[in-house]
């Protein structure tokens, strides 16, 4: 079974600072997608970033980037140029290639962005 | 827009009443699933179902059942409600034919049980 591990429960950073979540999981397999989801207040789960194992290059999207180590079983993901709207809960999840797989998902970590 | 509906955000159940959580999505997806989270433990998985009138058991499948009658709705179950069920539930639903199998969640049921 695949277990999603993320060591820190609350981070905090200032605004317009870099941060870094990390993640490590655990599988035997050799094809899979990692993901971040973001939680704001609200509850609704967002999308933050993607990345398909098989693919070397490390996913990015405007701030958010992903430094995804296979080998090491790490997927950390980078926020840059803080802003007080990333202030969420972060969830990193596993998924198994598979098309009809569901996410396993870490316990979450709990960023604050001060202003 | 891709969409996933929770009919309830919030109820307020007493302790052995039979409690349903409905979800329908409009995406034409073939898998939908019910996670429970709480605070500390994350999301954690209770059933999922890859087509009509199928499920599988997740990782806490104890004192539920599900229902998926047609492609579009997948009903959560609670036989006999107790407290420690108390907490927000998400659907969610996803496709083997979308890009990077995306899977979509709703905004959450939080369940008070009394």
């Known amino acids: 079974a695949q277990t999603v591990t993320q060591s820190q429960p609350e981070m905090s950073v200032q605004e317009a600072e870099t941060v870094t979540l990390s993640c490590t999981y655990d599988?035997?397999?050799?094809?899979?997608?990692l993901f971040w989801y973001k939680q704001p207040p609200s509850r609704q789960m967002i999308l933050v970033i993607r990345q398909e194992a098989y693919k070397q290059q490390n996913a990015t999207e405007n701030r958010f980037s992903v430094n995804f180590q296979k080998a090491a079983k790490s997927f950390s993901l980078k926020i840059s140029d803080s802003q007080l709207g990333d202030t969420a809960m972060y969830f990193c999840a596993f998924m198994r290639y598979s098309g009809n797989t569901p996410l396993v998902f870490g316990k979450g970590t709990r960023l604050s962005v001060i202003a | 827009d891709v969409k996933v509906t929770q009919s309830s955000r919030y109820l307020v159940k007493r302790t052995g009443e039979k409690v349903f959580l409905e979800c329908v999505q409009d995406m034409d997806h073939e898998n939908m699933f019910w996670y429970r989270q709480d605070p500390g433990l994350g999301l954690r998985l209770i059933y999922f179902s890859y087509d009509v009138k199928m499920k599988e058991k997740g990782d806490i499948p104890e004192g539920y059942s599900v229902s998926r009658e047609k492609k579009e709705r997948f009903s959560l179950i609670l036989e006999s409600a107790s407290t420690n069920q108390t907490s927000m539930y998400l659907c969610?639903?996803?496709?083997?034919?979308?890009?990077?199998?995306?899977?979509?969640f709703g905004e959450g049921s939080w369940l008070t049980v009394v």
């Open positions: 969610a639903s996803s496709s083997p034919s979308t890009v990077g199998n995306t899977i979509y």
């Open positions: 599988t035997s397999e050799n094809n899979y997608y």
